[in-house]
């Protein structure tokens, strides 16, 4: 972080932080204080400005309002009060209803730990529960809790809760001991001071998945100077025109190395060519870093110095009027190529398994020039992909049916080598970024 932004930035918190931050200022060592909120900051402008409370949930991560996932990594800093440091990733959790921000502590341990989570089957009155929030003088503000229920959405579990008055979204509940019970995610639409909640075993499972994606990164450091990613839906750019290169030694290689962060491999390039860019298109809804390595043949590490992104899930597909109608694995029989009604792991091997889909949309001419990107993703969270384009046709807009041999694309290369795990795999396509159609089936 520059000196500059660090004066800045301590200026502001010195100025709104709550009383309790800088108490008992002259002793040389102070007591770890109670669980508490945390605050970010976007430094993007040519001052600092608040722009939420965040709850501390691990070392190096912190969980705020869904809205903070819009801000660039880059811009924003995290703050307990004495420390501050520089966001490395914003990420939100599969549900889109809460932002994950991580950071690096290796130069200053917070004083706060996390409020422990409330235990899947402890049940507390709600009325002992206090709802708590922060606002950008730096107050800690509690509501009461009055009632609570149950319900289900989207085979989802939440609690709706009667407060006393107003609380933001991304509050934590507490119970009277001092667990988290559960963050607010919504407003209640139907009645006053009303808010949903996801419970603690949700918050629990959407930090994991979440946290899961940088599992193994190296420890977050700056980007190399003169290495850019830019990010159009799905489409990435990754330049690498004015970074000075890491030397080379005897008998090796300079590569920029890709990662998909959930995958079990890597992609490289050679680095060392005429034109330092390539254009990609990546899965939406996956976290990735990508930075030079020196390697003798085909990297096997990850870059210790990288750029990192986060491609948002896309959105449906919905240009030209265009409708999903059944997306499928299928074979040929009798000379068709029918869709399956039950996958199995020896259609997959036998490269007689082709992807095809069925869609309709209107146009009056045909319109090329589309991208196409087929993903698939097996249980262990390993993601797979071809790159090809797209095309709207009138002649055949009614019902456009088309389709793909898996084994042509190399999609089945990798899992035909080191085996097809049993579970729950997930096939997608998506043009120009948006979601075409999508499919679940479960290898037994």
């Known amino acids: 972080m520059k000196k500059a932004l660090s004066l800045l930035l301590m200026l502001a918190v010195l100025m709104l932080a709550p009383p309790f931050a800088f108490a008992e200022e002259a002793e040389e060592e102070k007591a770890d204080l109670p669980a508490d909120l945390f605050d970010l900051w976007d430094y993007g402008d040519e001052s600092p400005s608040w722009i939420s409370f965040a709850i501390p949930v691990s070392d190096g991560i912190v969980m705020a309002p869904i809205t903070v996932k819009d801000i660039p990594a880059d811009q924003l800093a995290v703050t307990d009060g004495e420390h501050i440091w520089e966001a490395a990733a914003v990420l939100p959790d599969d549900l889109d209803q809460l932002a994950l921000v991580f950071f690096s502590t290796k130069q200053a341990q917070s004083r706060r730990d996390a409020w422990q989570l409330l235990s899947w089957g402890d049940s507390v009155p709600a009325s002992s529960c206090t709802v708590r929030f922060g606002d950008s003088l730096g107050s800690r503000i509690n509501r009461g809790v009055l009632a609570s229920e149950e319900i289900h959405m989207n085979g989802q579990r939440f609690l709706l809760l009667d407060l006393t008055d107003p609380a933001p979204v991304g509050s934590p509940v507490l119970t009277g001991d001092g667990r988290m019970a559960g963050v607010v995610t919504a407003q209640w639409a139907e009645g006053v001071n009303r808010v949903l909640v996801m419970p603690a075993d949700g918050v629990a499972r959407s930090v994991g998945m979440v946290a899961g994606l940088i599992t193994g990164l190296p420890e977050w450091g700056e980007t190399p100077e003169g290495l850019t990613v830019s990010v159009e839906k799905n489409l990435v750019t990754i330049d690498w025109t004015d970074m000075a290169l890491p030397e080379k030694t005897e008998g090796s290689d300079v590569y920029m190395v890709l990662v998909d962060t959930g995958n079990d491999y890597l992609t490289s390039f050679t680095a060392e060519r005429d034109v330092r860019r390539v254009t990609l298109l990546l899965t939406p809804g996956r976290f990735y870093i990508v930075g030079p390595v020196v390697s003798e043949g085909r990297p096997s590490v990850l870059p210790k110095d990288y750029a990192s992104f986060y491609l948002p899930k896309a959105e449906k597909l919905t240009e030209y009027g265009f409708k999903p109608i059944r997306t499928a694995i299928a074979e040929k029989r009798v000379g068709k190529i029918t869709p399956v009604d039950e996958v199995t792991e020896e259609l997959l091997r036998s490269g007689r398994a082709y992807f095809w889909s069925s869609s309709s949309y209107n146009v009056t001419e045909k319109i090329e020039g589309k991208t196409l990107l087929i993903t698939l993703t097996d249980p262990e969270g390993n993601n797979y992909r071809y790159e090809s384009g797209w095309m709207y046709d009138p002649s055949c ?48």
């Open 397 to 444: 807009m009614e019902r456009d049916i088309w389709y793909l041999k898996l084994s042509e694309m190399g999609l089945t290369d990798s899992l035909n080598e080191k085996g097809w795990p049993k579970g729950v795999y997930r096939m997608a396509y998506y043009v120009d970024g948006d979601l075409g159609g999508e499919l679940e089936f479960r290898l037994k």
